[in-house]
């Protein structure tokens, strides 16, 4: 069993941005499944740098985009990315430095991720961009 699947309730009707949520939603489900097997802690340390890499390039990207068009809220847009940044590399350098990293832990702030951040601060842009002709 999959704990997420994608619902069109996530969409920001922009395709790639929505492809690359699909991408966090591949990652919680590939953390469920390892943690369903016990099997968390072998593969925390590679989630953790796909987070790393995936907040990186997604945040980039949609940043960039918003830019390009202007959007009104963008400063409190990337303040917002940045402390979820933030939050992830917090996690990949306490792994790192040996301290136990909860697989709860860190499901529970993608799920914040996916809830809080996708469905709240993405979807104040989804109409502005739509106006805007992107899709």
Known sequence: MIPFVWLNSYSVNVKAIDDQHMGLINIINRLHAAMLENKSKLIMGDILQQLVEYSNDHFMYEENLLEAHDYPSLIDHKRVHEEMREKVCQ??????SGKVIFSLTVMDFLKEWL???I?????LYKDFLNSEGVY
């Open 91 to 96: 996690l990949q350098s306490d792994y790192r």
């Open 115 to 117: 809830a809080d951040h």
């Open 119 to 123: 469905l709240g601060d993405d979807h």
